[in-house]
């Protein structure tokens, strides 16, 4: 299994940044794709960045131009450096990863750290 760990999250205000980082470990074997999903109080699970591999990313349209997305391969690491941050940005922001490991493909899922943008 893969464990995922967050940290960074914490409370800012608008206009502010803040950067998250979420690292894996334990039987990983291959990773593919990494990414962040949010989930604000009474909203659904949401994609907020994702990249593969070989760095391919992809963005929700409410964050383009303000969040980057990226990773270490060597480290198993993925990062979300997030500027101009909003209210409506506040939400609790989960890790995952999808990895291969003995030709059978696992998706984990790290805690959450809350992200909390103040007007």
């Known amino acids: 299994q893969v464990q995922l760990v967050e940290s960074g999250g914490g409370l800012v205000q608008a206009g502010g940044s803040l950067r998250l980082s979420c690292a894996a470990s334990?039987?990983?074997?291959?990773?593919?794709?990494m990414g962040w999903y949010r989930q604000a109080p009474g909203n659904q699970r949401e994609l907020v960045a994702a990249i593969t591999s070989t760095g391919r990313t992809n963005y929700a349209d409410s964050v383009k131009g303000r969040f980057t997305i990226s990773r270490d391969n060597a480290k198993n690491t993925v990062f979300l450096q997030m500027s101009s941050l909003k209210p409506e940005d506040t939400a609790v922001y989960y890790c995952?990863?999808?990895?291969?490991?003995?030709?059978?493909?696992?998706?984990?899922w790290g805690q959450g750290t809350q992200v909390t943008v103040s007007s």
């Open positions: 334990g039987s990983i074997g291959r990773i593919n794709d």
């Open positions: 995952y990863a999808n990895n291969v490991l003995d030709m059978t493909v696992f998706g984990s």
